[in-house]
Every structure is written in C-alpha cells, then in structure tokens.
C-alpha cells in the first residue's frame, strides 16, 4: 500500500508558476513509476507528465512540454511537478499516481491515487 498527499497548489496569475509536491509513504517508493495527471471541471482525467523509478526517463503531455518539469527525490520519497508559463487552461485539479508497472501514461496504469490539489490560473 502506498499512500500519497499532494501539496502546492492555489490560484496564480496566467504566466506565473507554481510547484506541485507529491509525498509518498509506505511500500518502497523507489520501485514505483510515478505521475501527474489533471481533471478540470466538466472533463475527463487525463494524464500530465510521468518518470520511471530511477528518474532517468519522463514523458509530457503535449500540451506541457517545455513548461511543466516533473521530477523526484526517492530519499524524500517525493515527487515533483514544476510548472511554469501557467495558462488559464492548465486550471484542475492535480492528482499525484503511482504505478508498479513503470513509466505509465494512461490512468488504469496506476494503482495508487492522491487527494488531488486545484491549480487556478487567472487571466
């Protein structure tokens, strides 16, 4: 079992930026591929940005590519979602996923969820 809490979010103006963290506990973290993923009102989940365990390898949506940087600390069993140039359309609630598979991109690949933390961009 791995329990997840994210921090950080809140409201920024479009072009500002903001640091999402994820903090793990229980079964080793160091093993689990890991994720962002986001929901704004009305939509479906989808995926943000994921890493591979040993944080050698990471994949972005499209839409946040040269944006948002995902990163992680496996001492601090945290993982990060940095994320600047913040667009009104970036507004959801983030959600911090980890997966025994590995490096995961679709939401059925991750087994453990978080809380979520809202991301307001004002225009």
């Known amino acids: 079992q791995v329990r997840l809490v994210e921090s950080g979010g809140g409201l920024v103006q479009a072009g500002g930026s903001l640091r999402l963290s994820c903090a793990a506990s229980?079964?080793?973290?160091?093993?689990?591929?890991m994720g962002w993923f986001r929901q704004a009102p009305g939509k479906e989940r989808e995926f943000v940005a994921a890493?591979?365990?040993?944080?050698?390898?990471?994949y972005y949506q499209e839409s946040v590519k040269g944006r948002f940087t995902i990163s992680r600390d496996n001492a601090k069993t945290t993982v990060y979602l940095q994320m600047n140039s913040l667009k009104p359309e970036d507004t959801a609630v983030y959600y911090c996923?980890?997966?025994?598979?590995?490096?995961?991109?679709?939401?059925?690949?991750?087994?453990?969820w978080g809380q979520g933390t809202q991301v307001t961009v004002s225009s």
């Open positions: 890493i591979r365990w040993s944080g050698g390898r990471t």
């Open positions: 229980g079964r080793t973290f160091s093993s689990y591929g």
């Open positions: 996923a980890a997966s025994e598979v590995g490096l995961v991109m679709v939401a059925v690949g991750y087994a453990y």
